[in-house]
């Protein structure tokens, strides 16, 4: 076990990266773990967590805090008449469904296999958010079943293995139907509500009983890690959600999208070393 000297400045990266995924999961209806994962996968490794179940650990706590952050993010914008109730009714079996697959998945792929799924989403979310133009646009409203039904369920698959609440992808698809940005941030934190919740189950079972794990997990969720960062993500989404409805997204969407290449970056030279 590492002296306490040395894990504080873990716990002081594990307390900014959750103050930054609080205001992002307010902000873009996200659920942060797009920063969480990478942090936690780093720490794990220093806290001598094997490679074998590291990056499925590092997932699947980001998923358990994602739980009350995307509730109370989504809680503060349906305050604000802005969710679309229609589309989370819609895929209440298409998303959870979706996200069982992916730890399913996760379960049985390798850590190497995992950061380089992680890394490819994150680069082709980075290009969208860098490039997207509020032109572009595949229709004027939602498709209907049974594409709207796959939509749902791939955005849960997606975000299993990423280990987020799905906001950004979930952001693409609405505003590329002639959607407002604000409705789909909104509704976006109820696509988090969908993913997180089952998302936990499945990695809870998909870990179940494995050695190597750190002490007070539970499955692929280490609770002392949750413990910390929860109370500091619910205290700043709300905040998040009012700089939503308060600011251009734009600047937000190209420096977000330029840490996800950096992540991106990061992970696949961990792959070469």
Aim: a positive charge.
């Amino acid at each position: 076990m590492h002296p306490v000297a040395e894990l504080l400045p873990f716990a002081v990266a594990l307390a900014a990266a959750g103050a930054l995924a609080g205001l992002l999961a307010g902000m873009f209806g996200i659920g942060g773990g797009a920063i969480l994962v990478p942090i936690f996968f780093h720490v794990f490794g220093l806290l001598g967590v094997p490679e074998e179940v590291r990056m499925q650990l590092a997932l699947g706590t980001s998923l358990a805090i994602i739980v009350p952050t995307s509730v109370r993010s989504f809680m503060s914008h349906r305050k604000r008449g802005a969710v679309d109730t229609e589309l989370l009714k819609g895929w209440v079996i298409a998303v959870p469904l979706g996200t069982l697959i992916a730890a399913y998945v996760a379960a049985k792929a390798s850590s190497v296999e995992l950061r380089v799924i992680f890394a490819l989403i994150a680069l082709a979310l980075a290009f969208r958010m860098i490039f997207n133009r509020a032109t572009w646009q595949l229709g004027s409203d939602l498709p209907g079943n049974p594409v709207r039904f796959f939509v749902g369920a791939g955005i849960g698959v997606l975000s299993g293995l990423m280990g987020i609440g799905g906001g950004v992808l979930n952001n693409t698809f609405m505003t590329l139907y002639g959607r407002p940005i604000h409705q789909a941030v909104a509704t976006s934190a109820g696509i988090g509500v969908l993913i997180s919740i089952p998302g936990l189950v499945g990695y809870v079972w998909g870990g179940w009983g494995l050695d190597g794990l750190p002490p007070f997990s539970t499955g692929y969720i280490n609770w002392i890690a949750v413990a910390l960062l929860i109370p500091i993500t619910l205290s700043l989404a709300p905040l998040g959600a009012q700089l939503a409805h308060a600011m251009s997204k734009r600047q937000l969407e190209i420096g977000f999208g330029i840490f996800l290449i950096l992540v991106s970056l990061q992970f696949f030279a961990t792959i070469v070393a």
